[in-house]
């Protein structure tokens, strides 16, 4: 076994003793010993968070960086990185480490205890960490990739035993959205608490080791499109989480405004994301939990999950978490009025959250009418606007699936939209209307037909009596939306 002094050699090279507030025993320094058996977990907010393992042996803390941390679950293995040896006074290390110095950022202990060694090879090491969070069984194991060199630092981390908590379940891949039904506001408030309406796009996030991943309503993740989002999971940290919320954009007066945020709902190409984020950037508000550090929360009253969200202190730049109110009901949707809000939603305090489907336990309240449409055709131009479309054709499903006409929308556009517009469905267009009944005349008139795979919405009066949108208005796409999905609403 090579000399501690030596062991260290790497660790003081990459660090400048009057520039780090981490201990850097010198090169002639006399080390410490220990009884062997003590080890370390400590949060790293670094370029990139991870959590640092450090196992006392010989006179030294050997040590692996693990971007997700220690895993609950023995069916799932994670990346565990061999670094640098490091003195035991580190065992007890926590500070900032500067901007620009390796490993730059906040270091806190996130566990610590003492361990047994079951087994203890080069490629291998099997230990029993006794911690006041860590518990069990763990080995770490060395790997290499086909066609590149064995560096050592590639390897593994997997837990042996079964999870610490009897009722432990790991974080599901998919939780789809509850919805809720149009209505009017419950004529007894009691039992009913009353959250603002937000006019963006819903989305779940999974929160996972410090990483985030957004899914939308219909199953597309979202996550490269929206990159301010990511420091919610440092801010999260270990804790594993599902939350549900709405991603927003607001104008100049603190108001939502779902045009802008038309800009970023397309966008993936990662550095045009970060680009965007600086001139529109969105907000992420958070008003449910659906899982919890290994317990799914969806089967739990509204009223403890929203205990639990409001514990969890979610409050950043790019996230928050709206408050929720008591009522009276007629007070919050008046508010909602005077702050440029779309409208309230009520929630039933003993309701569950029912994935997928839309409840009754939640009541969306709305001062303007808006429908999501589906895309059938467009009509050609005229004066300014000859070069390109005058307006869409759209359809909606009733209630037995059938796609039915509902009208045309002619304003509400931006000459970007519909120069936009126009190149998505030029694409799609097909001979015949995409409608079981037969249209009258001026409903067909120089109509070029699409296939029905573009979904958008419209703000609207009312229904006429033959199921056409009064008045509508453009709002924008709604590529968070499935075409299956749009259905008329009462």
Known sequence: MP?????LAEYRAKRDLARTPEPVPAADQVLPTGDGSTFVVQEHHARALHWDVRLERDGVLVSWAVPKGLPQDPGTNHLAVHTEDHPLEYATFEGRIGAGEYGGGQVTIWDRGTYETLKWEDREVQVVLHGERVEGRYVFFATSTKGRPDDGRSWMV???D???RDDWTPLPDLVRPMLATPGELP??????AFEMKWDGVRAVAYVDGGRVRLMSRNDLDVTRSYPEIAGLGEQLGSVQAVLDGELVTFDERGAPHFGRLQQRMHVQDPAAARRLAKTVPVVYLVFDVLHLDGRPTVDLPYDERRALLDGLGLAGRSWQTPPSF??????????SRENGLEGV??????GRYRPGSRSPDWRKVKHVRMQEVVVV???PGKGARAETLGALVLGVHDGGGVLRPAGSVGTGFTRRMLDELLARLRPLEVAGSPFEERLPGAETRDVHWVRPQVVGEVAFAEWTSDGRLRHPSWRGLRPDKAVTDV???S
Request: glycine share 10%.
């Open 162 to 164: 079964p999870p610490a």
């Open 487 to 489: 259905v008329r609403e």
């Open 377 to 379: 055709g467009w009509r």
């Open 187 to 192: 004529e007894d408030d009691d039992g009913w």
């Open 3 to 7: 000399e501690r002094r030596e062991r």
């Open 158 to 160: 997997h837990r042996m």
């Open 345 to 350: 939603v009520a929630k039933r305090r003993t």
């Open 326 to 335: 008591d009522g009276p009901g007629a007070d919050v949707l008046a508010a």
